[in-house]
């Protein structure tokens, strides 16, 4: 009877237990993303190969092999993705890298401002690049009246402005994957070099940026799988010759109901992604993909897998040469004190221009938003609060404010349950195949958003759940666990177990240990979780574009309605709004992790 | 045979006297690796007795498994006469000293201390009462408000022991919990463990690796190698009579020859290859013409310039003399070319100089013999 009591507790790692009772904490996470992740994916990819009347048929695909606008929209889609991805890694490089150098102190200040635009809602963001790059944006009104042009130049609805609201978008992405990496690089390395007589550039190119190339690449795939999936940009910056194969198969379903079709091209995708993420994994290794998953049991890697390593380190090695060969012409030209001074000024101003681009467009949705005009205009005509008051005295705005709020309490809740016992399981069990489950619980954050939404609306049209809370509810759910597992399992993993072994010495029982030693002690890593679980959900707008089905609104819901029909104050309004609470909640999270222990 | 001292015993294996802890062949492996082989102990009550050994001596695995932290592959563990091999270890009734203490750090002193007591459900007042006897009985009843990160290394060593003994467990294991602490404090500490051993007569499985903590502290020194016991007796036992070659390099400096039995009787008598012999203290293990080792402590060694008396004596060459404040250690290269050390106490003058010849004499009673060394 105690078995289940027991499993929690860490003495029990040795304790003889069958191996079912053993995973019994993963079981929850399990049966949820069996249910609402697994099996819907499946059932979208069965779709793409059945006729309606329910034959074996290829005749999506032979579709899209053979009709040249999805070819075209498949490489419109990857040039996007590719441009999108060196544009980022480029931006992130320099911010990455004063950050890992930084010390710990300032690195902390400074993260901030890397924080804030990650979470960031996309379309608050893209909402701000509408206002800044528009035919009477900020930007053309200041080229006109500097006078460098007579004209508007066209910076949006071409591929100019997707990229820029790509960029913008990904840009933190990067810096947040490489900076783990570039954090474990041993300083003393550098000085080491410096010592035996390498200068400045050569300490740079010769060492530190050969050790840095893992997180660079897992900067890359994570940039790229994520650019695959987009809608949110290419769809408000860009014109119809940047449409992106999301965007197509949201067509296909909301307009055209064509769900085989939408499974075909959603299994392109979904193969696209995942024939990168293999890629990956043979060249670099999945463990320099997350700081946390880092730690998780390192798998012996495969016969394929070493000659990979070792491929990738000879490619590695070979950059390095190439970049310490371009590096050494340069010393020739450059005194070394000179260099050192100029290097340290250009990765200032690179850090600062980067900040100041992510930055940016928040700063002109604030004033933006307390115009008295009628219109979005920058700069604002007079000061008002009236688009607030629109705002408040809209029944529909009100009730998405609402909906939003209860969504992402209830599925922050829920992945933070699920979340954290799997957490619990995959730190302190000896667990067979524990990087396949790790793999299982971090998938959503890898399959495109568009896939999981299609497939639960396809579930959801079966179970009555679309435009309930419920699915709602549940669909964010599964988005969000993946962060909280990763959040608690970091928790965790600095945790010292010898305090849940004393409580038991002491005559604690496993349920009590648990209680009053262990939660205690992690409380503030798991609301932290939560928080990162709230603002997923709170930010999320591809499942809820589908599964709301107009019957329940949410707000990015209802800003993407409203964006695609016009632009007006009180979205600036809204924007505004997400901003605050969602820096007020991220500093509230921040704050909260760094306190743990 | 019940004694009819403690009637709770009577399950105990075996029925023997009253015992505190019985280890009954226990083992512990880990695949193909043992980290403990088939171990049998005893601990009576009142009793400290030390695990001591090198680190991967299976001295920390046995106490887990006493702990109820690690089970065990084989074996039963008996605890107040129940047997509690399969018990969790918030059902054994033990108390445990961690290396780093362990103290709970969002609790304060007085709640670390009160988690047991809350734990067994005590009601308020008693848990009040009790939390300040045992910070009286550690003599820090002022830190009882504070949080354990406000105290020193001393302080929290005290408290994890306050928070140990305030239930009265049936035994308390400490797992090096002197380790962490400097010098000076950690002999201030054995003092104070020592003494709360004596006032509360609690008893103590105690584990290190050092022998001078053993030695100064224990009843019993239980001394493992290689996953299994190597020798079990008094501080004595183990320094004067060590069975085996590990037991006696191991606690102290030895000089350790190899011989062959002459004779055993009333007294050994051994030879070495130069075919001198010695007299030596009888041991029923050997049989004569058996070859094994034999071992003297270099304070036993005396270093003459003359012969002296007959008796246990080899002639050499004084290669070097180190001065180690209150003793002297003296090297002697004996002619047969094995070297000796001694251990004196410094004297102002009178020790001979570096290659002068000289005699090192000891008395049979001082050569303890040994198994020869596994070939």
């Known amino acids: 009877m105690t078995g289940e009591a027991t499993t929690l507790h860490p003495a029990a790692l040795s304790r003889p237990l069958s191996p079912l009772l053993a995973l019994w904490p993963l079981l929850p996470i399990a049966l949820f993303l069996g249910a609402f992740f697994v099996y819907p994916v499946l059932q979208l990819l069965t779709l793409s190969v059945r006729t309606p009347a329910g034959e074996m048929t290829a005749q999506n695909y032979l579709r899209i092999v053979s009709d040249p606008i999805y070819a075209n929209v498949l490489a419109i889609t990857f040039k996007i993705a590719f441009w999108t991805t060196l544009v980022s890694i480029l931006g992130a490089y320099p911010v990455a890298y004063l950050l890992a150098t930084a010390s710990a102190k300032r690195r902390n200040s400074l993260m901030i401002w890397v924080l804030v635009p990650f979470w960031t809602s996309f379309l608050v963001r893209t909402f701000a690049w509408m206002i800044l790059l528009g035919r009477n944006g900020a930007i053309n009104r200041m080229l006109i009246s500097l006078g460098i042009t007579d004209a508007p130049v066209a910076l949006i609805y071409n591929l100019t402005g997707t990229l820029i609201g790509m960029s913008h978008a990904m840009i933190p992405l990067a810096i947040m994957t490489m900076l783990p990496v570039m954090q474990t690089i041993d300083p003393n390395l550098a000085r080491a070099a410096d010592t035996l007589g390498a200068r400045r550039g050569q300490t740079f190119w010769r060492i530190y940026f050969p050790q840095s190339m893992p997180g660079v690449s897992a900067a890359c795939i994570m940039v790229f799988i994520t650019s695959l999936g987009f809608f949110i940009t290419p769809a408000l910056l860009g014109g119809a010759r940047e449409t992106m194969i999301t965007q197509v198969i949201i067509t296909q379903v909301q307009e055209l109901l064509n769900w085989g079709f939408a499974g075909a091209l959603a299994v392109f995708l979904l193969a696209a992604a995942l024939l990168v993420f293999a890629l990956y994994d043979r060249v670099v290794g999945m463990a320099t993909l997350a700081g946390a998953s880092a730690s998780v049991g390192r798998a012996r890697p495969s016969m394929l897998g070493r000659v990979g390593a070792r491929l990738g380190g000879a490619i590695l090695g070979a950059l390095g040469n190439l970049c310490a060969a371009v590096a050494e012409r340069w010393e020739r030209a450059m005194p070394g004190s000179a260099q050192g001074v100029l290097g340290k000024a250009a990765l200032r101003l690179a850090f600062g221009f980067v900040i100041g681009f992510l930055i940016l467009p928040a700063l002109f949705v604030i004033p933006a938003s307390f115009t008295a005009g009628a219109a979005v205009e920058f700069p604002p005509r007079g000061f008002s609060l009236r688009w607030y008051q ?61 896939v999981i939404a299609v497939a639960l609306f396809y579930l959801y049209s079966r179970l009555e759940l679309v435009g309930t809370i419920t699915g709602l509810v549940i669909g964010h759910a599964v988005l969000a666990v993946p962060y909280v597992v990763i959040t608690v399992m970091a928790v965790l993993s600095t945790y010292d177990q ?9 005559g604690a029982s496993p349920l009590r240990t648990l209680w009053r030693i262990t939660l205690p002690q992690i409380r503030p890593g798991l609301i932290a979780a939560f928080l990162f679980a709230f603002i997923t959900s709170f930010d999320e707008l591809t499942i809820a574009l589908f599964v709301t089905g107009g019957a329940v609104s949410t707000l990015p819901r209802q800003m993407w309605s409203d964006m695609l029909l016009q632009i007006n104050p009180t979205l600036a309004a809204v924007a505004t709004i997400l901003l605050v609470v969602m820096t007020l909640l991220l500093f509230a999270g921040e704050y909260l992790r760094r306190r743990s222990p | 045979m019940a004694t009819g001292k403690s009637p709770e015993n ?40 030390t695990l001591l050994g090198p680190s991967g001596s299976g001295k920390t695995t046995l106490l887990s498994i006493v702990a109820g932290l690690t089970s065990p592959t084989t074996g039963e563990v008996w605890i107040d006469g129940r047997c509690s091999t399969r018990l969790p270890p918030f059902k054994r009734e033990i108390g445990m000293v961690f290396q780093n203490y362990a103290l709970f750090p969002h609790l304060t002193v007085f709640e670390n201390i009160a988690f047991p007591l809350h734990m067994r459900r005590l009601p308020a007042v008693e848990v009040e009462r009790e939390v300040r006897r045992v910070l009286d009985v550690i003599k820090l009843p002022q830190v009882a408000d504070r949080f354990p990160r406000e105290l020193s290394g001393g302080q929290q060593q005290r408290i994890a022991l306050a928070r140990c003994i305030v239930y009265s467990p049936s035994i308390v294991l400490m797992d090096e919990p002197l380790g962490a602490l400097d010098k000076n404090l950690r002999d201030h500490m054995q003092m104070e463990i020592k003494r709360l051993h004596t006032e509360i007569g609690i008893t103590v499985l105690y584990v290190t690796h050092d022998q001078e903590e053993a030695l100064a502290m224990s009843d019993r020194i239980c001394l493992m190698n290689n996953a299994r016991i190597e020798q079990v007796g008094t501080p004595d036992d183990l320094y004067f009579r060590p069975r085996s070659i590990f037991a006696a390099s191991f606690l102290g400096e030895s000089n350790i020859l190899d011989g062959v039995v002459q004779a055993m009787g009333e007294k050994a008598v051994i030879s070495d290859q130069a075919g001198a012999t010695f007299e030596a203290r009888p041991d029923a293990r050997f049989k004569t013409k058996e070859r094994l080792c034999w071992m003297v402590r270099p304070e036993s060694l005396r270093v003459t310039r003359d012969a002296g008396p007959p008796g246990n004596t080899l002639r050499g060459r004084l290669q070097d003399v180190v001065f180690a404040g209150g003793v002297t250690k003296i090297h002697v290269r004996t002619d047969q070319g094995g070297m000796l050390v001694a251990k004196q106490l410094t004297t102002a003058n009178g020790v001979p100089h570096q290659g002068e010849e000289v005699f090192v004499s000891w008395s049979g009673e001082d050569t303890v013999l040994l198994p020869a060394a596994a070939p």
């Open chain 1, 390 to 450: 629109t705002y408040l005295s809209s029944p529909d705005w009100i009730s998405a404010t609402y909906n939003s709020f209860a969504i992402a309490t209830m599925s922050g809740l829920v992945a933070l349950l699920i979340g954290t016992m799997a957490a619990f399981a995959l730190t302190r069990r000896r667990i067979p195949g524990k990087t396949a489950v790790l793999a299982l619980v971090l998938s959503p954050l890898i399959v495109p958003r568009v």
């Open chain 1, 498 to 506: 010898r305090y849940d072994q004393a409580a038991s010495t002491l």
């Open chain 2, 10 to 49: 009577k399950t105990s294996p075996e029925n023997k006297s009253p015992k505190k802890l019985s280890i009954v062949e226990v083992s512990k492996r880990y695949g193909d690796v043992a980290a403990l082989d088939s171990t049998d102990l005893d601990m009576a009550e009142g009793e400290f007795l």
